[in-house]
Nanobody
Framework: QVQLVESGGGLVQAGGSLRLSCAAS????????MGWFRQAPGKEREFVAG????????YNGDSVKGRFTISSDTAKSTMYLQMNTLRPEDTAVYYC?????????????????WGQGIQVTVSS
């Protein structure tokens, strides 16, 4: 089993920054992929970014690329999402997820473990 706990969310003005953290515990993580998803009210949960503990990352299209940076600290078993130049449309509940393997998947069904989610609100 893998346990995931997000932290770092909150309320920020447009143009501001937040850093989300996802602390992982349980099974070893060398063969896991970690991902960030978000879900805005009335919308589907969407992939934001993913990273392999062994290296390599992917982002979902142009909406976050250049503004968000995913990273990980294997010594701390923690994944991060640095979010800069935030926009009101980034407002959502952000979820940390994990899946076994090496492929960074884009759909929620491919992830086996989820955190409880954390609210990010960007005011205009």
């Amino acid at each position: 089993q893998v346990q995931l706990v997000e932290s770092g969310g909150g309320l920020v003005q447009a143009g501001g920054s937040l850093r989300l953290s996802c602390a992982a515990s349980g099974r070893t993580f060398s063969s896991y992929v970690m991902g960030w998803f978000r879900q805005a009210p009335g919308k589907e949960r969407e992939f934001v970014a993913g990273i392999r503990w062994s290296g390599g990352s992917l982002y979902n299209g142009d909406s976050v690329k250049g503004r968000f940076t995913i990273s990980s600290d294997t010594a701390k078993s923690t994944m991060y999402l640095q979010m800069n130049t935030l926009r009101p449309e980034d407002t959502a509940v952000y979820y940390c997820a994990a899946r076994s393997g090496v492929r960074i998947a884009f759909t929620r069904d491919e992830y086996d473990y989820w955190g409880q989610g954390i609210q990010v609100t960007v005011s205009s």
